[in-house]
């Protein structure tokens, strides 16, 4: 036999080795392609898209739910708006005075002064008018 025969014959045997090293390989890049992706798939699932309850978000995922735009109106009674207030009775309606005063200033704990506010309230019980004045938080 020829030397150049063999060498030929060499070669071949060595690229029918990598044809078939190059196709195993081949595989195992498909195969872990798809186990990427599967578990891409998994990473982006939240509580938005899956079954799986608000408190199992990871925080950066919470912290892009947290993202409410704040109004550029402000907040209560905007203007124009026609309020809806409760107006007082007269004294002469009024079946029953209630001076309410807490027992204890909510701030020192000493006994408060006994001096009515400006702030009143009325309350309804069983068809009888009540003015409830009450003193607020001492300060």
Request: charged share 35%.
């Amino acid at each position: 036999m020829d030397p150049r025969d063999a060498e030929i014959a060499e070669l071949k045997a060595q690229v029918a080795a990598k044809d078939a090293r190059i196709a195993e390989l081949e595989r195992k890049v498909d195969e872990l392609t798809q186990v990427v992706m599967a578990l891409k798939a998994q990473l982006g699932r939240n509580s938005g898209n899956s079954n799986r309850p608000p408190s199992s978000d990871s925080p950066s995922q919470r912290a892009g739910r947290r993202g409410k735009t704040k109004s550029e109106r402000k907040r209560g009674g905007q203007p124009g708006h026609s309020g809806s207030t409760r107006m007082l009775l007269p004294p002469e309606e009024v079946n029953q005075f209630v001076d309410l005063f807490p027992p204890k200033c909510e701030n020192a704990g000493r006994h408060c002064r006994r001096r009515p506010t400006l702030r009143r309230s009325v309350s309804r019980r069983c068809d009888q008018e009540i003015l409830v004045r009450w003193e607020g938080k001492m300060r």
